[in-house]
């Protein structure tokens, strides 16, 4: 039976680069994101790179809850081998002056959408031989940024939730690995969304940022290692793999490691 990769936000940036580097290694793929445009034009690539990998794309908006469920459901006959969450969005305000129809949008997919996609997959996989969960979060969800308090809640978050899962998993013996990546500064449409404007020069206005290539290059060090975490370093801006960076307290002992 073929295994796939699914990979949610693959329309642009780190989760376009990524279905790249899967497809690059042989990945049948499930390529999930907004735009079908996209989609269609990311899934001609990959075929012309190689048109035996089967490419499926769903176009939908994972911001809206009955969306995540029935895009779950429609995957149910196939064999997912990885998981990467790839799909959410960020924003620059002050909290008083947040709009908060864009911030009830973050939450939901930062947050609601990563949370049940991850779970239905660990409950359905968890004991499967070779699968993954990646999720992407940021620098910012283990540093809080200025201006950017609410989108860096929502990332602490997926760190948390992650490497709880992480601990989780491997106290029941699972065969799954779950995994979070937290890139740096990236060039993608973030910063053009977050600051809700039409263009965003990178090379202009920061001092170092990596390329969406370069951080699916290091999705995939990260996929192909034991740990649970890769960074960027804040200083340096060179990638690292960690083991858990939040304190963790089992129920047996109520002890922090």
Known sequence: MKKYTVITGASSGIGYETALAFASRGKNLV??????Q??????????????????????T???????VYGLYESLKELEIET??????????????EQK???????LHLNIEALTILSSLYVRDYSD?????????????????????ITYCATKFYVSAFTEGLAHELKAQGAKMQAKVLAPAATETEFAKRSFDVDAFHYEATLPKYHTAKEMAEFLIQLYDHDKIVG????????????DPLFPHASRSTNTQS
């Open 128 to 148: 499967v031989d070779n699968t993954q969960l990646i999720n992407i979060s940021s620098g910012g969800g283990y540093t809080l940024v200025a201006d950017a």
């Open 61 to 67: 908006d994972l911001s809206v809850t009955e969306n």
């Open 100 to 106: 908060l129809p864009k911030i009830e949008k973050m």
């Open 83 to 96: 998981w990467i969450n790839n799909a959410g969005f960020g924003n620059f305000d002050k909290i008083g």
């Open 231 to 242: 960074i960027v370093n804040a200083r340096s801006y060179e990638f690292e793999l960690k």
């Open 31 to 36: 390529l999930i994101a907004r735009r079908k």
């Open 38 to 59: 996209n989609l269609d034009e990311l899934k001609t690539k990959i075929e012309q790179m190689n048109n035996e990998l089967d490419i499926i794309i769903h176009a």
